[in-house]
């Protein structure tokens, strides 16, 4: 087995497959063991409060925050981001770092769907509900993936502790708002978002820690050169070769 076989195992196949088990764990929890224990019995009550205190102001706010995470916006988003990463920074590590983070809660989000089968609140639903559970919420999960990772990559590049301060705080309201929306909208319970969270930022740490790290090597690893004259020789290598 290739070096970069393993690598690519230890440091993105098997953190991806103990969060997915992490997910599925929580699901778990959430719908059968815990499912009549407090915090989670309160959740109705909460998503009927939010029902509630709808408004048309608060309605046209929440749709703006919901469309910024739906699957056609992060797809386009990310596309972007990605190409202009690449145009600016004339390398593919960044971009790839992103995309990465992104597809990768996808798929846990998926796979984590499939096994975890949860009804979406008792309550008014304000959007079309895709066929898929309500455990997680995609769009929190999404939008926490995206915008955390663009937080990461400008906050990396700022020069100054305001500024990387200052994206933090405006990127990371982003998967907040969406959060919030979700459940406003009636398409998500609390623990959906709350798991969601960590999801996202999850695959963002694993993506951050594999693509981001610059002393990590993929490739076969080069010797050293060593100047002798007017040739180029591998430094240990035998003169005259």
């Not at 993105?12 to 063991?33: D, E, H, S, Y």
């Not at 939010?50 to 910024?68: C, K, M, Q, Y």
């Not at 990371?172 to 919030?180: C, H, K, R, S, T």
């Not at 004259?229 to 240990?236: H, M, N, R, S």
Request: proline residues 6%.
């Amino acid at each position: 087995m290739s070096d970069v076989v393993i690598r690519v195992s230890r440091r993105v196949l098997l953190p991806l497959g103990l969060l997915f088990a992490l997910m599925v764990g929580l699901g778990l929890l959430v719908t059968r063991v815990l499912a009549r224990t407090w915090p989670f019995t309160v959740e109705d009550t909460v998503n009927r409060e939010l029902a509630g205190d709808r408004t048309p102001g608060w309605n046209d706010v929440s749709l703006v925050f919901s469309t910024l995470a739906s699957t056609q916006m992060i797809v386009v988003v990310t596309v972007l981001a990605a190409l202009v990463l690449r145009l600016v920074l004339h390398r593919w590590r960044e971009p790839l770092f992103l995309c990465a983070a992104v597809t990768a809660q996808a798929l846990i989000f998926l796979f984590t769907t499939m096994v975890i089968d949860r009804n979406r609140p008792a309550v008014e639903h304000m959007d079309a509900s895709p066929p898929t559970s309500s455990f997680p919420s995609g769009h929190t999960s999404a939008a926490t993936a995206l915008y955390v990772g663009l937080a990461v990559l400008l906050a990396l590049r700022a020069r100054s502790t305001p500024a990387k301060v200052g994206w933090w705080a405006l990127l990371v309201l982003v998967p907040v708002g969406v959060a919030l929306t979700r459940m406003y909208r009636g398409m998500h319970h609390p623990s959906d978002v709350i798991a969601s969270f960590l999801n996202g930022g999850a695959c963002v740490a694993i993506m951050a820690r594999t693509v981001l790290d610059r002393t990590l090597t993929w490739g076969r690893a080069r010797l050293p050169l060593s100047r002798s004259g007017d040739d180029v020789t591998p430094a240990g290598a035998p003169a005259g070769c």
